[in-house]
């Protein structure tokens, strides 16, 4: 049973473009929500987070949105860049887990 | 500020041996978790300790896999005896807060197990 779920394995965008990640969830009790960014041989990168109270929040060319009413997260970067080709993960969690997706390799053309 | 280390950095062994992975987490931080992932998989937690302590063990396959945090700083993940569908990569990540939901957690580079 998949509580997290990225539908998408892959993305391509042209550099300068945006790049929007999406994130479904069937778990109502999450409240804390966070992008990780995952190099190859190497472990997760924390990337941005919300909490549920939020429906928005932005770091710099990051921005994640919340819908809670949809059970849909996303994660809009712009402008793309080369060095952000690299797989995203979703994650979410309540009280003592936190559920991954499966993750979305993003590919930023130069 | 010194990141989450773990070794070995691959392992490679057969079915039915037994293998152990080390774990040290960001200084200071209480809350230590052990995650296995699965090649086109997102990562699943096995296993989560507040300073030595256990709070989270639901997932961890208890016939065959065993962790600890004696001195609730380093941790390590034992495997024995390995089979197959253990191949994954096993990270391990730290926190600096008691409740999940509140803080980010930190990862290590990972340990590639392959089991022949």
């Known amino acids: 049973d998949q509580q997290v779920k990225q539908n998408s394995p892959s993305l391509s965008v042209q550099e300068g473009r945006i790049s929007i990640l999406n994130c479904d969830y069937t778990?109502?009790?999450?409240?804390?929500f966070l992008w990780y960014k995952k190099y190859p041989a190497e472990g997760p990168t924390f990337l941005i987070s919300?909490?549920?109270?939020?429906d928005k929040n932005e770091d710099g060319r990051f921005t994640v949105f919340l819908n809670k009413s949809a059970k849909h997260l996303s994660l809009h970067i712009v402008p793309s860049q080369p060095g952000d080709s690299a797989v995203y993960f979703c994650?979410?969690?309540?009280?003592?887990?936190?559920?991954f997706g499966t993750g979305t390799r993003l590919t930023v053309i130069p | 500020e010194a990141g989450v280390a773990q070794s070995p950095r691959y392992k490679i062994i057969e079915k039915r041996q037994s293998v152990a992975f080390w774990c040290n987490p960001i200084?200071?931080?209480?809350?230590l978790y052990w995650y296995q992932q699965i090649l086109g998989q997102g990562p699943k937690l096995l296993i989560q300790?507040?300073?030595?302590?256990?709070?989270?063990d639901s997932q961890l396959p208890k016939d065959r896999f065993s962790a600890e945090r004696l001195k609730g700083v380093d941790s390590t993940l034992k495997i024995q005896p390995a089979k197959l569908e253990d191949s994954a990569v096993y990270l391990c990540?730290?926190?600096?807060?008691?409740?999940?939901?509140?803080?980010?957690?930190?990862f290590g580079p990972g340990t590639r197990l392959t089991v022949l």
């Open positions: 990540a730290s926190s600096s807060l008691v409740v999940l939901g509140s803080d980010t957690q930190y």
């Open positions: 778990n109502s009790m999450f409240d804390y």
């Open positions: 919300i909490s549920s109270i939020k």
């Open positions: 994650a979410m969690g309540g009280a003592n887990n936190l559920f």
């Open positions: 200084s200071g931080h209480a809350t």
């Open positions: 300790f507040q300073n030595n302590g256990v709070v989270d």
